[in-house]
């Protein structure tokens, strides 16, 4: 059938199953919001406040639903403002397409208005991206930028398309969407028997779990594994989830904001094996001081990342949960039965465990004062562990990622490798509207909430029933401290003007607002928005001491 180039790209979505789509409109992109209007049955459109926030919506969906997250903007600054939620997605292997929508091929390259090379700008932060000029090649296009985006290591993929590309006319013809064949990974049955072997060796082994466990679904077979034969398991900020944080086996996260036991396990270990990981300064220090005289593993489905930071006694490319399901039973095939033994070595980790003496919500007298970690405890305690909790970037990152048993993988959704502040809310934005049944909690420092209040409003209009939790301390604590520690405590542009109402802003923009200063007041905020039938937004300022 005859179809312009708006209404093949809302076609393609429609192939794609694409349920959510995240934008803001301009000039070029009208003739597609036109064909959403008219053709885009069974995908809801939500406008966000800013472009940045759509960008960050769609990687928040991603992460919460494992399906690609889309988002839709105009050219120039519409395009450009996509940028660091790119970045983002792009750090953190998020599986984003999107769509931008440029000046006609004829204004190209003249510094027409609005007009801006997107795909120049964001090739060193996109798994690919494309450029298309000519109708013939649209559909095609946008089918491989989600093919993309999905397979091996997933990432965001661009796809900018001339203004007339989108009003022309061309022959569309529907395709099916075929589920991807299983990739097959040279030496990979080998290589599981190298690390057998290992394992039977050890004495002091080691998993090391990144965000790859989580990406490839491997949890069930991750804690299959380490259940039965008694590994004990350090989590990277990414991977927090893939394994059960009540499991007997966890040892919390390592790296540099990470548990003493963590710490431990990775310092004195005798075998280390990381997997979906990629050895990231934060785990293992600029100087690799967490990391001791072991041998390595690496398991990674980017081979690029395999020996880029640390050099690997073995080195796999391979998806995290077919190798998991591979080790376990060549591991039980090669011990003919007699299972290794690591409890000394657990033991010994455990019982540095109970020394990192973590904060706990429960017990606690009504009149505690709050802290950025009785806030974190407190909230997980009450939302559960069927929550989705999405975080910003500082001192409120650190205490949610710590202070919270995530027990399900993808109920810790944070920006880990960019650091990105202002991620959170878009973000959360975009789990709930992924996932409806669950509640979404962000937890945010208020430098963060400063960054991206006004996506409330996207929320509340959208009928999202996000929980905020601002962190109100007045300062942009974690750069704070820097300053404190490294520069003699001399203080520049870190301390807040603390006398902004963030309660009344965010009544202002009709969300509901919860002032607390004690466990008493939090834990009676969070219950009235945790039950609300309503699809109320909630703001719950914690003022911390």
């Known amino acids: 059938m005859q179809l312009t180039?708006?209404?093949i790209i809302i076609e393609c979505l429609k192939e794609q199953r694409t349920q959510t789509l995240f934008g803001?409109?301009?000039?070029?992109v009208l003739s597609v919001y036109d064909a959403l209007r008219e053709r885009g049955d069974g995908i809801r459109h939500i406008l966000t406040t800013h472009e940045q926030g759509a960008a960050h919506a769609a990687d928040g969906y991603a992460r919460a639903t494992g399906r690609t997250g889309v988002c839709l903007v105009t050219s120039g600054p519409g395009a450009t403002n996509l940028v660091t939620g790119i970045a983002t997605a792009y750090m953190d292997s998020s599986p984003?397409?999107?769509?931008?929508?440029n000046v006609p091929v004829g204004s190209l390259g003249r510094d027409s208005f609005q007009e801006i090379d997107i795909a120049g700008i964001t090739m060193p932060v996109t798994k690919h991206n494309f450029i298309v000029k000519d109708i013939s090649q649209l559909a095609d296009v946008i089918r491989r930028a989600f093919r993309v985006a999905a397979s091996g290591r997933p990432g965001p993929v661009l796809v900018d398309i001339a203004r007339d590309v989108t009003e022309n006319v061309f022959e569309y013809e529907p395709v099916t969407v075929a589920a991807s064949a299983e990739q097959e990974y040279p030496g990979f049955t080998s290589a599981v028997g190298r690390i057998a072997t290992a394992f039977i060796h050890a004495k002091r082994p080691v998993i090391v779990a990144g965000g790859g466990c989580i990406r490839s679904g491997a949890g069930e077979s991750l804690s299959g594994f380490v259940k039965e034969f008694g590994i004990p398991v350090v989590d990277t900020m990414m991977g927090r989830g893939a394994i059960p944080g009540s499991s007997p086996?966890?040892?919390?996260?390592?790296?540099?904001y990470g548990t003493r036991?963590?710490?431990?396990?990775m310092s004195e270990c005798d075998l280390m094996v990381a997997v979906g990981c990629r050895f990231s300064d934060r785990l293992t220090g600029e100087n690799c001081e967490f990391l001791g005289k072991c041998k390595i593993v690496h398991i990674d489905i980017d081979k690029a990342e395999l020996n880029k930071n640390v050099c690997a006694d073995i080195a796999l490319q391979a998806d995290a949960d077919r190798f998991f399901k591979a080790i376990r039973a060549t591991l039980k095939k090669r011990s003919a039965g007699k299972t290794p033994d690591y409890k000394k070595w657990m033991k010994s980790l455990t019982e540095t465990e109970a020394s990192d003496a973590y904060i706990t919500g429960r017990g606690l007298p009504d009149d505690t004062l709050l802290t950025g970690d009785i806030v974190a405890k407190v909230a997980g305690e009450e939302a559960g562990s069927e929550a989705i909790f999405v975080t910003e970037v500082g001192e409120c990152q650190i205490s949610a990622v710590n202070a919270i048993s995530y027990e399900r993988p993808g109920s810790l959704i944070t920006s880990g490798g960019l650091g990105t502040m202002g991620f959170g809310l878009g973000a959360a934005i975009g789990a709930k509207a992924g996932c409806p049944g669950r509640k979404v909690i962000n937890f945010a420092g208020d430098g963060s909430f400063r960054m991206n209040m006004a996506e409330i409003m996207t929320a509340v209009t959208n009928e999202l029933p996000v929980i905020e939790i601002v962190f109100d301390n007045g300062i942009l604590g974690m750069v704070h401290t820097m300053q404190k520690e490294r520069f003699g405590g001399r203080y520049v542009a870190t301390e807040l003007d603390d006398t902004f109402d963030y309660v009344g802003l965010a009544r202002a923009m009709k969300a509901r607002a919860h002032d607390c200063r004690d466990v008493k007041e939090l834990r009676a905020a969070l219950r009235e928005a945790l039950k609300d039938k309503k699809p109320d937004v909630h703001v719950i300022v914690c003022h911390l001491t």
């Open 5 to 7: 180039g708006a209404q």
């Open 96 to 101: 984003v397409v999107a769509i931008t929508i």
């Open 24 to 28: 803001y409109p301009g000039g070029t």
């Open 261 to 265: 036991a963590a710490a431990r396990a």
């Open 249 to 256: 086996c966890s040892l919390g996260m390592g790296g540099e």
